[in-house]
């Protein structure tokens, strides 16, 4: 591309959409790390780039119009050609790593592709020629991904692996809107940097042309915006036409576009393209203060990683999807319920709005139906609201109406007092008109551009046009007589509340009142069940308390041991919730529930016989029948007297069934209850009903027995060892949650390591973790940084942590030591004086060593 082809026509209107005109991928030049060339299907060349002579040797010359076979060897030019038979329409390209083209030791990258009748050879000398594995590194940065629990927090481990990965200043997450422009959803950057998160850029920055080509060549590196290019020789073929370079890893980009780097303080930028149903979702853009290189095998990789992001976020975009509608089904259901009562819309409809509002997002709601209106939130009066209904007549019959620009199409609209800019209204009847109306009011949108689209043109470097935006202060677009659109999702959601009012809840069915009648007495069951067991677990609370009192000398003391009983509670419904499918010990169960109910340890509920394992079908059963016959023995039975005791007999039969005798000691005397609550239906009736076996129970003068029967296909055939138990009351000290302040420095050669130890420091209360795989790195740190804390890898490859250590020692910062080896003393000998936790540590063990070392 030549300077005249910059020039703009002097009548032209000029902004930044000129760019849309520039034909990247004809500029003719490549960039110095990489050479070109060209051949025609048999391998007769047809272009260079100049620096072949440079690079391989070879007099540019000498090469145009010669064979393929003059210039590399011959088996250099047979494996050319047999990786070119891995070409086609949805793989256009084809790479090969490490080659010695020159078959003197001197090794390249090579990428390989087809374009208009021609095949591209492109040369990257290798820069490191130690054994890699890049590939591995991507595994467990797609699991961080993986692991996000949403989109947004897919993207931030994103940025933050991306980064890993190229060594970037700062990786940022770029999605685009319908309309082109984009906006950083998530960023990752140097702690220095000015943030660009949220800023919003117009469709102009990343032109059409630029944009189509992201999706046929999805990484892009510019390694030095101010470094030389290389043309293409010659700069056209027979025809005219310059050589496309579309598919070109080696591309040189336009003189605009570095401009425009050059204008953000940008020395180097990369970008990798995230496509969605083949169309272009976002863009992972990388910049570098200075000039940086990434070699071929490492963008290769950097490039899989998105693919294997791309395909979770996919995912993630999908259940979120799956959740949202599962949301709005169940508050349209909540509505259905509500509304199908039979009560009017009118005098019901303070008690559904707040429904209607959890479907639709709103700033006010009204209904209008038999000539009588009722609003709530931002709404017309009721005389502009009638007035409202008759434009909406005019609408389609039977149809959603929808405008987020009411003054556009309705202007009355302005005349009145209300601020409303946008409806949405759903018909609920066909005749009369009766609507439910959704209200939005104007908003100014102040959106954080960087910069003003709308800049005039200066007369730049590269000619009279449009010179890329300067500064990036945030500019405000605002858009007024309008409001927030109402999505897709709103059309749907009004759609199915139109058919729901006007098909099912208005046209009530003797069948439908019957189902509610049911649903009504499933949730009058439901709640009487909650209500005992809140009353069991407020008297076990009360119980505790005064329990507790007993004994105890002072205040300290009194909490201590009410805290312990109430942690053992906790640690019992835990052990009631178990769901992992896997045989579980009964002994274990009965222990932990007569732990949450025992004052002073578990001596007085024993435990005799056999040890049997319960199958996972029977374990919550058995867990609720003991947890009813412990509360009923703490509220009634012997365990309410110090003297009383629980004695449980554990029998496997020859048969594998297994009994279960249950007897009260030592107790007050029991009397049968008049009548049966709750948690004695549980007692009698669940096993039997759910597991078909036996339960008998006797309220004797002595105490409470019962006998209960367990059939054989629910005991499994693995044995627990008896052994003896122990209780302690004595809790752990909690480590507090927060840690630390401030700014830390983790010092570690793994990058993957790196990156789970600088969250387990960020959920300790760190500001900013600095990262460093060196010990020059870590010491630039702390020259710049004021470091608060650190944690040193000792084993950093071929060197050690110690010199880290020292400064850190020198300094009074205090820091931790991560070490792999067995004897960490003698590893560790020559360090100032710290803690040490071993590797691969827990995020448990690593918070103690950080306790430990800041106290």
């Not at 260079?48 to 250099?76: C, K, T």
């Not at 009194?558 to 640690?571: P, Q």
């Not at 940084?785 to 000792?794: K, R």
Request: some cysteine; glycine content about 6%.
């Amino acid at each position: 591309m030549t300077d005249e082809s910059l020039q703009l026509d002097p009548n032209e209107t000029v902004d930044l959409t000129n760019c849309d005109r520039e034909p990247i991928q004809f500029l003719g030049n490549v960039q110095s790390y990489g050479c070109l060339i060209a051949t025609s299907s048999d391998f007769m060349v047809k272009h260079v780039s100049a620096n072949v002579q440079e690079l391989l040797n070879i007099d540019p010359d000498a090469a145009i119009g010669g064979r393929l076979n003059d210039l590399l060897s011959q088996r250099m030019v047979h494996d050319l050609r047999t990786k070119l038979q891995m070409l086609n329409a949805t793989m256009p390209t084809a790479r090969v790593f490490g080659y010695d083209v020159l078959e003197n030791g001197t090794y390249f990258d090579i990428s390989i592709s087809a374009v208009d009748q021609s095949y591209v050879f492109e040369f990257e000398p290798k820069i490191a020629l130690e054994t890699r594995d890049e590939m591995s590194l991507v595994q467990p940065l797609v699991a961080r991904v993986t692991r996000a629990p949403d989109v947004m927090k897919a993207c931030e481990q994103a940025a933050v692996a991306v980064q890993a990965l190229s060594g970037f200043d700062r990786v940022m997450v770029y999605k685009f809107d319908d309309d082109g422009a984009g906006e950083v959803i998530a960023e990752k950057r140097r702690a220095h940097m000015k943030p660009f998160l949220g800023l919003r850029y117009p469709a102009s920055d990343i032109p059409k042309q630029a944009r189509a080509l992201y999706l046929r060549s999805p990484l892009r590196l510019i390694s030095d915006v101010d470094g030389a290019v290389s043309p293409i020789l010659p700069a056209t073929n027979v025809h005219g036409k310059p050589l496309d370079l579309s598919l070109c890893v080696t591309r040189a980009v336009s003189p605009i576009h570095l401009e425009y780097l050059r204008n953000m303080g940008v020395g180097a930028s990369m970008s990798i393209s995230i496509i969605k149903d083949g169309k272009l979702w976002g863009l992972f853009a990388c910049h570098h203060e200075a000039a940086r290189y990434v070699d071929f095998e490492r963008r290769t990789a950097i490039e899989l990683f998105t693919q294997f992001f791309t395909y979770e976020l996919i995912q993630k975009m999908e259940l979120e999807t799956r959740l949202k509608t599962q949301e709005t089904r169940q508050m349209h259901d909540n509505l259905m319920v509500q509304i199908s009562g039979g009560a009017d819309l009118i005098e019901g409809f303070d008690s559904i709005v707040g429904e209607l509002s959890g479907l639709i997002a709103n700033d006010g709601v009204a209904v209008y139906t038999d000539g009588r209106f009722a609003s709530h939130g931002d709404t017309p009066d009721e005389a502009s609201f009638r007035k409202l209904v008759r434009f909406l007549n005019t609408a389609p019959s039977g149809q959603v109406f929808s405008t987020h620009a009411l003054p556009a199409v309705y202007p009355a609209i302005e005349d009145q007092d209300a601020d409303v800019a946008g409806v949405l209204a759903v018909p609920i009847s066909r005749t009369p008109r009766d609507y439910i109306v959704f209200l939005r009011r104007e908003i100014v949108k102040s959106v954080k551009w960087a910069g003003d689209p709308n800049k005039p043109v200066t007369v730049g470097p590269n000619g009279t046009r449009l010179t890329p935006r300067k500064s990036f202060d945030t500019w405000s677009e605002m858009v007024r007589n309008t409001s927030a659109r109402w999505s897709e999702g709103d059309q749907m959601v009004a759609e199915g509340l139109r058919i729901s009012l006007t098909e099912i809840v208005l046209k009530l069915t003797d069948e439908a009142n019957e189902t509610r009648r049911k649903a009504a007495d499933k949730q009058e069951l439901l709640v009487a069940e909650l209500n005992h067991r809140v009353r069991n677990i407020l008297n076990l609370i009360q119980g505790l308390v005064a329990q507790s009192r007993s004994g105890a000398s002072d205040v300290a003391t009194y909490t201590k041991v009410l805290d312990g009983r109430v942690h053992a509670l906790a640690r019992a419904h835990d052990q009631l919730t178990n769901q992992e499918w896997s045989p579980s010990s009964l002994r274990q169960l009965i222990n932990v529930e007569g732990q949450a109910f025992l004052l002073s340890g578990n001596d007085r509920v024993k435990i005799t016989g056999d040890a049997p394992m319960l199958m996972p079908e029977a374990f919550s059963t058995l867990a609720l029948v003991i947890h009813e016959m412990m509360t009923n023995s703490a509220k009634y039975g012997a365990l309410t007297d110090r003297s009383g005791a629980v004695s449980i007999d554990l029998k496997v039969q020859a048969d594998g069934a297994l009994i279960i005798q249950w007897r009260d000691v030592g107790g007050p005397p029991v009397q049968a209850p008049l009548r049966r609550g709750f948690g004695s239906t549980i007692i009698e009736k669940t096993i039997p009903y759910e597991l078909k076996g036996k339960v008998e129970t006797r309220f004797l003068l002595t105490g409470f027995e019962a006998d209960l029967t367990i059939p054989s296909r629910f005991i499994s055939n693995e044995k627990e060892p008896v052994l003896p138990t122990t209780q302690s009351n004595d809790a752990k000290p909690m480590t507090p949650d927060v840690l630390l302040s401030g700014e830390v420095l983790v010092v570690e050669d793994n990058m993957v390591i790196a990156l789970d130890a600088s969250d387990i420091i960020s959920d300790c209360g760190a500001d900013h973790v600095h990262m460093a795989g060196s010990v020059d790195d870590a010491v630039a740190i702390l020259e710049k940084a004021d470091v608060s804390f650190a944690l040193l890898d000792v084993n950093l490859g071929d060197q050690t942590s110690l010199p880290v250590a020292v400064v850190l020692a020198e300094r009074g910062i205090p820091f931790v030591l991560a070490t792999g080896y067995g004897d960490a003393q003698s590893i560790t000998a020559n360090y100032p004086p710290t803690h040490v936790v071993k590797k691969p540590f827990t995020a448990e063990k690593l918070r103690d060593a950080v306790f430990r070392a800041m106290n």
